[in-house]
């Protein structure tokens, strides 16, 4: 069966910092990977999506950057954290873009920027 | 334009029925799901429903589609407390396959 991890769980940064986070998938081969942001409003935002290795879409201009530098592995970085970059981060896999394409999601990384 | 609405918070009688409601914009989603939210956690896929269909049932679990009206709903039939957690609703963009989701709705369960 298909696991999704995420690391680390929570993290606290001072603003300036850099960030690395870490999702990777098992059980599976060529997943599409997304990442996404939950602010403390609710609401879900698509920040990055890729469709295999080195391949990354950016949804949205920000202070973040994506990167798959293996086939199950998905990183997002920043160099210099922003306040406005806390919130609960959220990676996901489906199985390409036919069918119903289900999103699964991993258990999500909990970042606060002092 | 991509929009997906749902009311914020519901609150129901452990044993009742709970039904959340959600209304997307885009006519041509030809999938609609429902994701679990428990504090903390990330989202657990529930169910989801093709475009052709008007209804499916899983369990306590029944999705309606209207599609005329782009209206969807999820009855929860015997509202546990176990059930207490946001519900999101997301479509899919046909295009290039990304979910758009709701704002979630907020079930609380009273015993």
């Known amino acids: 069966s298909q696991t999704i991890h995420q690391w680390p769980a929570t993290l606290v940064q001072p603003v300036g910092s850099p960030l690395s986070l870490e999702c990777t998938v098992e059980g599976t081969s060529n997943p599409n990977l997304y990442w996404y942001r939950q602010a403390a409003g609710r609401g879900l935002q698509l920040l990055f999506y890729?469709?295999?290795?080195?391949?990354i879409s950016s949804e949205v201009p920000q202070n973040l950057s994506a990167s798959r530098p293996q086939d199950r592995q998905f990183i997002l970085s920043s160099k210099k954290l922003l306040l406005s970059d806390s919130g609960f981060y959220l990676c996901?896999?489906?199985?390409?873009?036919?069918?119903?394409?289900?999103?699964?999601f991993g258990p999500g990384t909990r970042l606060t920027v002092l | 334009g991509e929009d997906v609405e749902q009311s914020l918070f519901l609150s129901v009688r452990e044993g009742d029925s709970s039904v959340i409601n959600c209304t997307y914009t885009d006519s041509s989603s030809t999938y609609l799901y429902w994701y679990k939210q428990e504090p903390g956690a990330g989202l657990q896929l529930l169910t989801y429903?093709?475009?052709?269909?008007d209804m499916k049932q899983d369990q306590r679990l029944t999705v309606l589609l209207n599609k005329k009206d782009k209206h969807l709903s999820l009855r929860i039939a015997d509202t546990q407390t176990g059930d207490s957690a946001i519900y999101f609703c997301?479509?899919?963009?046909?295009?290039?396959?990304?979910?758009?989701f709701g704002q979630g709705t907020e079930l609380s369960v009273k015993p």
């Open positions: 997301a479509e899919r963009e046909p295009r290039r396959g990304k979910l758009i």
């Open positions: 890729s469709v295999g290795i080195g391949q």
């Open positions: 429903i093709f475009s052709n269909m």
């Open positions: 996901a896999w489906s199985m390409g873009l036919a069918g119903s394409n289900e999103q699964f």
